[in-house]
């Protein structure tokens, strides 16, 4: 295992001024004994709603901060304890700060990280190339940070973190205001990253398609416990109890005659898409009235988006989430 976390909990005390003299203490507790395990080499997705202390968890993991009670191992080593050693083979990136010099060009943030993890300068030379070239960064590597896009900023951001090669990668909303483009650029070298470099990838984001592209893996958060630990593709099989159907009918279409468990969800002119209950209905009856009764010009079999799982995952909160999957695996 390359991270353990053992039953960990992180309280906040706040100080609160009260009137003029009175000091009041408010005690939050971001996480409440969180326990989980990640093998080397797997893409890990932290979920959950705002506030749920998926943040909390990524700044423990790295060590910035110390849990209240529970231990961590991050490859065998305290993080909070042993933080300057574990730096030179983890590696994190704040979708929110950055760790560039905003005044200098990315280039002069890559030598001066290469100093500070003692890469010798051939290899930095080498590694810099390399990340340039994957990144697309050489036409504005000697430009001010302060003058560089978002996307190109981020681009920068995720290349520094990887300058020592680390064998983690923990990042908290990387693609967090990014462009279509940019975006999938970053995720494509994280997928790359995992899949091809065995790099390990902790990731937060509230993009499910970010989540979906690049994790195998997925832990869903609430209110500072687990409420589903599950891989994606078994939580799609376990929470999903219907299917959208998208018809283009050759003329439009006033009543559809659906079974018990069908309904329209949404049309335009010709174009109607309909969720089927899977629990109530069977998909094929469904096609099979559609097409046999209308003249259908084109017809298209969706899973719902992932999104509305894991809404229906945090509304279930918890133990409940944990207790709708246990359910769902009975079912079959
Ligand atoms: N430095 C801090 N001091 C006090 N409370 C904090 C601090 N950081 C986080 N919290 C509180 O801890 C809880 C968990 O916060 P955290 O940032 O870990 O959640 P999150 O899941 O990352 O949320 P978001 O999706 O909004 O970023 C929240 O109630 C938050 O207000």
């Known amino acids: 295992m390359c991270i353990e976390v053992d039953r960990v909990s992180k309280r906040y005390i706040l100080r609160k001024i009260k009137g003029w003299t009175r000091l009041e203490w408010q005690k939050i507790e971001a996480l409440k004994g969180v326990s989980f395990k990640v093998e080397p080499g797997r893409a890990l997705a932290l979920i959950g709603p705002n506030g749920a202390g998926k943040s909390t968890m990524i700044k423990l993991l790295c060590g910035i901060l110390s849990p209240t009670q529970g231990s961590i191992k991050v490859l065998g080593m305290d993080p909070f304890k042993d933080r300057s050693r574990l730096a030179y083979r983890i590696s994190s990136v704040f979708g929110q700060r950055s760790q560039l010099w905003y005044h200098l060009p990315p280039i002069d943030t890559f030598q001066l990280l290469g100093r500070i993890y003692d890469i010798d300068r051939t290899e930095l030379k080498k590694r810099m190339k390399e990340l340039v070239e994957l990144f697309d960064l050489s036409s504005f590597l000697y430009q001010p940070v302060r003058?560089?896009?978002?996307?190109?900023?981020?681009?920068?951001?995720?290349?520094?973190?990887?300058?020592?090669?680390?064998?983690?990668?923990?990042?908290?909303?990387?693609?967090?205001?990014?462009?279509?483009?940019?975006?999938?650029?970053?995720?494509?070298?994280?997928?790359?990253?995992?899949?091809?470099?065995?790099?390990?990838?902790?990731?937060?984001?509230?993009?499910?398609?970010?989540?979906?592209?690049?994790?195998?893996?997925?832990?869903?958060?609430?209110?500072?416990?687990?409420?589903?630990?599950?891989?994606?593709?078994?939580?799609?099989?376990?929470?999903?109890?219907?299917?959208?159907?998208?018809?283009?009918?050759?003329?439009?279409?006033?009543?559809?005659?659906?079974?018990?468990?069908?309904?329209?969800?949404?049309?335009?002119?010709?174009?109607?898409?309909?969720?089927?209950?899977?629990?109530?209905?069977?998909?094929?009856?469904?096609?099979?009235?559609?097409?046999?009764?209308?003249?259908?010009?084109d017809i298209t079999i969706q899973d719902p988006p992932l999104e509305s799982i894991i809404h229906h995952i945090y509304l279930s909160g918890y133990p409940a989430g944990r207790e709708a999957e246990r359910n769902a695996q009975v079912d079959g």
């Open 147 to 297: 003058k560089l896009s978002l996307g190109q900023r981020m681009r920068c951001e995720i290349a520094a973190a990887l300058i020592h090669n680390p064998e983690i990668l923990f990042l908290d909303e990387p693609t967090i205001g990014l462009d279509v483009v940019a975006r999938s650029m970053v995720i494509d070298v994280l997928k790359d990253l995992n899949r091809s470099k065995n790099v390990t990838i902790i990731l937060t984001s509230h993009d499910t398609s970010d989540i979906e592209r690049i994790c195998e893996d997925v832990i869903v958060l609430n209110e500072g416990r687990i409420v589903l630990e599950s891989k994606i593709r078994e939580m799609r099989k376990n929470f999903f109890h219907s299917k959208i159907i998208e018809v283009e009918f050759s003329e439009p279409i006033n009543d559809l005659n659906l079974p018990p468990g069908a309904r329209v969800i949404d049309q335009n002119g010709s174009i109607v898409r309909l969720e089927v209950d899977l629990k109530t209905c069977d998909v094929n009856e469904v096609v099979s009235r559609i097409v046999t009764y209308n003249m259908v010009r």
